[in-house]
Structure formats: C-alpha cells, structure tokens
C-alpha cells in the first residue's frame, strides 16, 4: 500500500471516532504521523507483538512551565505493522483506532498495564 492510501486510511478512520476522541487530538495539538516501518528500538523493546503506534511528547500529567517540549506532541502508526497484520481495510481501520484511543491514554499519563487492564 502506499502511504497516501494509509494517510487516508488513518484519516477516515478519526472521522468515523466518538467526538471525544477527535476533540482530545484537536484540543491537546496531538499530531497523528503516519510512518512506514516501525523504528528498531520498538521492534527490539516489543520483540514478538504488535508495535501498531506510539505516542511521543510529554504526557499531560507531567507538563510544567519548566518542561518545554522540543518536538510536537504526537501519535505515530507504522504502516508495515498494519499491512502484515490484517488485509481487510475494515479489520484496519478498528485497530487504528484503538491504537489513537490507546496512545490518547498515554498522554494522559495511563501506563501499559493500566490500559490494558481497562482493554483500551
């Protein structure tokens, strides 16, 4: 797949999530970044799962006025996780989003065990 199909892909998909979700990324300047591989420190860090996203910033609940950002608050989706995972565009865009919901969890601060423990 191209990434201008998966950008559109990711695209439709935000469209189609609850108005919470799209008001958070919008509200909180979360940039969603489409990628094509999953970087190598993830795949080592996460050998044998899924790496579908992450989030990159600093969390909301550990923000200040002595804690200045140097890159955009944002959510990455690696392509090449979604293409060798599923081949129905359908079964795509449901993992999109429970990626952006579950990297939206991150930035307010919820841990891995946190969010899995609550299936997000």
């Not at 860090?45 to 140097?70: C, H, I, M, T």
Request: proline letters at 3%; hydrophobic letters at 35%.
């Amino acid at each position: 797949m191209e990434m201008s199909e998966f950008e559109d892909i990711i695209e439709a998909t935000v469209k189609k999530m609850p108005a919470r979700f799209r008001k958070i990324l919008k509200n909180e300047g979360i940039r969603l970044i489409a990628r094509g591989k999953t970087p190598g420190v993830l795949q080592d860090r996460y050998r044998g799962d899924w790496v579908f996203g992450v989030f990159l910033g600093v969390p909301y609940n550990q923000r200040s006025v002595f804690n200045v950002e140097q890159e955009p608050t944002r959510i990455e989706l690696y392509r090449e996780s979604f293409e060798k995972a599923f081949r129905r565009r359908r079964e795509m865009e449901e993992q999109i989003a429970r990626t952006v919901i579950h990297e939206i969890g991150h930035y307010f601060g919820f841990s891995e065990k946190d969010l899995r423990r609550h299936r997000l």
